[in-house]
């Protein structure tokens, strides 16, 4: 599908763009549209980043603009802290102390070297290397770097900032934490089913997490993979211990429902 | 003016509901069906299909403490036609109960209530069973707020909450203030909101913070608003939220004369003060304002099988119209619609002192 857009960017001015949306893209975009009535489209301008929400017509209704760090810097001295990924995540992703200079790359699987993409990871920006982009996103000394996806639009970009900054308030050394981390990687992995749902899952990872009986009532309204990580909990230890039997798309579940499941009573912290 | 909006409400009634004039009656049948549903899986039909008496009954269910609830319930579903009794005895109607059951499947009011349907068939009958062996069962309960979460978001609440902004004034309340009383877990200010096209100032207002956090987390998406992209009623300008004294010792947290409206959607009957309630929704009231009331009503003060059910899951009881007419009076408030046995719009008078 092609579309034209007339857009307005805060740093070039008014700009006409042409886009191709083909495949998976286009399905995504579609699928967007459907959901919230606008769906994003993106252009590089250089040095920053052009975000269009257009309409079902094909009209601008928001821009946003970001900056793009293209320059490679200097390596420093970083030191990696060995780790084991605890679940099977596709998105590559680094977690990092910016005060330690410490990183864990158990998730990182590109040939683009961490230590390439770190010295950028001072503040939270968009870091374009290797023709690949690069978000990084900054709480307190932590940093979680992630290699965009095919789809990614800025909200979910603001979406894992304000996931990392929940994660931080529980834990300010994501570094040396490979649970926090699993729960990170599993929700990048499904990035569309986050919501601002999920501060307290963080706080909650080392507490007993019990499931009481109006989850009876309420499975009936959840995806099943939910269903049945809930039906789980009330035989592990910790809340942590239950997401480490769970596959990525049930951790997503759960960070994505856990505020409402918490508020109407379903689960319960102890 | 008046006649034409309920002419307008009734006419959206029929083509959703399909019975205008049985919707009170409907409501009654209903939770006649949760409670045999409840009955059912306590085993207590089984027991009913010969005479028994209420002692017989209470040692089925065995240690209960709550005799007069137990009546109470035992009386409610007789006058639904559930139960015969006749010198002191109870026998199941299976007419009724075999009635009941198939409008489940295939009356579009039954099916708007599925969830409480749904939450007798999973706890609800063990709730019945500790509130008449004396618990004290709370509204709020993690099993009652799943139960009202999901019961919340059905088309048949959405239907009714249109009427009740029909007959409080129609698309006339763009632009003006109005307290969402009992916003509930959110579905409720997102069908005002998108009923008014997200032109008015909204405070919606609930007694739990668990509800109102859930409320305010609650995502504003779809064709319908005005956004770029979804975002949480919190952070929607024009919505703002309170949270409310449960036991109404303390006034509600707004000045007084401060909104244009009151919108009150199946809360009243919840509260054990129902005169508190409606005594601060006539003091934030400004001259001239209104007071929308959707509470089920009965016509005496015969007990039902709504006030049985509210009472097990830990609300009052409902009322009578008469009863809710005399709340807004004491209130100072003016009854000008009473619809349907369970909406009732009142306004503050342009002279009150109150």
Same mark, same amino acid.
């Given at each position: 599908?092609? *579309? ?28 967007? /549209? ?15 980043? *052009? ?21 490679? /810097?200097?390596?420093? !001295? ?13 998105? &590559?992703?680094?977690? #990092? ?125 959840? &995806?099943?993979?939910? =269903? ?32 409402? /499941?918490? !508020? ?7 | ?31 006649? *069906? ?44 007789? !006058? ?6 006749? &010198? ?6 299976? #007419? ?59 088309? =048949? ?23 969402? /009383? ?66 109404? &010792? ?40 209104? *007071? ?63």
């Amino acid at each position: 599908m092609k *579309l034209k857009v007339k857009a307005s960017c805060n740093v070039c001015g008014d700009v006409y763009h042409e886009v191709d949306l083909k495949g998976e893209r286009l399905s995504w975009f579609n699928d967007q /549209l459907k959901k919230s009535g606008v769906a994003p489209v993106s252009w590089d301008h250089g040095d920053h980043i *052009l975000v269009v929400y257009v309409d079902k017509r094909g009209s601008a209704r928001a821009s946003y603009t970001y900056p793009v760090v293209k320059t490679r /810097l200097a390596k420093q !001295n970083w030191r990696r802290v060995k780790a084991k990924a605890l679940v099977d995540s596709n998105v &590559n992703m680094l977690f #990092a102390n910016w005060n330690n200079k410490l990183y864990c790359d158990s998730y990182w699987r590109l040939a683009t070297e961490p230590e390439e993409v770190l010295p950028h990871a001072d503040t939270a920006r968009i870091a374009s290397l290797d023709g690949r982009e690069f978000w990084i996103l900054s709480s307190g000394a932590n940093r979680m770097i992630i290699a965009r996806m095919l789809g990614w639009h800025r909200d979910f970009f603001q979406a894992m900032q304000e996931l990392l900054t929940q994660a931080t308030l529980a834990e300010p050394d994501i570094v040396g934490n490979p649970v926090v981390q699993a729960v990170l990687a599993s929700i990048a992995s499904t990035p569309f089913f986050y919501t601002s749902n999920s501060a307290s899952v963080f706080s909650d990872l080392n507490k007993r997490v019990k499931a009481t009986r109006a989850a009876l009532l309420a499975k009936h309204s959840l &995806n099943g993979e939910l =269903a049945l990580l809930i039906d789980s909990l009330n035989s592990h230890d910790t809340l942590k211990d239950a997401l480490l039997s769970a596959t990525p798309r049930q951790i997503s579940l759960l960070v994505k429902y856990y505020r409402t /499941l918490k !508020n109407t009573g379903v689960l319960k912290a102890v | 003016m008046l006649m034409v909006r309920k002419f307008r409400c009734a006419m959206k009634l029929l083509r959703n509901v399909n019975s205008l004039l049985s919707v009170s009656r409907l409501g009654r049948m209903v939770n006649a *069906l949760a409670l045999v549903i409840g009955l059912d899986k306590l085993g207590l039909l089984a027991l009913l299909e010969s005479p028994r008496s209420i002692e017989e009954i209470a040692a089925f269910i065995g240690d209960v403490k709550r005799q007069a609830f137990l009546e109470e319930l035992l009386k409610a579903l007789v !006058n639904e036609g559930v139960l015969d009794g006749s &010198n002191g005895l109870f026998r199941v109607n299976k #007419a009724t109960v075999k009635k009941l059951y198939s409008m489940r499947g295939s009356h579009p009011f039954f099916k708007g209530a599925e969830y409480l349907l749904a939450g007798f068939e999973e706890f609800m009958y063990e709730i019945l069973v500790e509130v008449l062996r004396g618990a004290s069962f709370d509204f709020v309960s993690p099993e009652v707020a799943t139960l009202f979460y999901l019961q919340n978001s059905s088309p =048949a609440y959405k239907i009714g909450r249109e009427i009740l902004l029909e007959l409080g004034g129609g698309k006339n309340l763009k632009g003006k203030c109005i307290l969402d /009383l009992g916003c509930g877990f959110g579905v409720e200010p997102l069908t005002i909101l998108e009923y008014l096209d997200f032109d008015c100032h909204l405070i919606c207002a609930d007694f739990f913070s668990n509800v109102v956090d859930e409320c305010m987390h609650t995502m504003v998406e779809g064709e319908s608003t005005p956004l770029p992209a979804p975002k949480p009623l919190k952070d929607l300008d024009n919505v703002e939220f309170v949270v409310l004294d449960p036991s109404m &010792n303390t006034p509600f947290p707004l000045p007084d004369e401060s909104v244009d409206s009151v919108f009150s959607f199946q809360l009243l009957h919840w509260s054990s003060y129902p005169q508190r309630i409606i005594n601060e929704c006539a003091r934030v009231l400004r001259k001239g304002g209104t *007071l929308m009331i959707a509470t089920p009503l009965k016509d005496d003060n015969e007990t039902t099988t709504i006030d049985v059910v509210v009472k097990a899951s830990g609300g009052n009881r409902i009322y009578t119209e008469s009863e809710l007419s005399a709340f807004m009076e004491e209130a100072g408030l003016e009854v000008y619609c009473s619809f349907l046995s369970n909406f009732m719009v009142a306004r503050k008078p342009n002279n009150s002192r109150k």
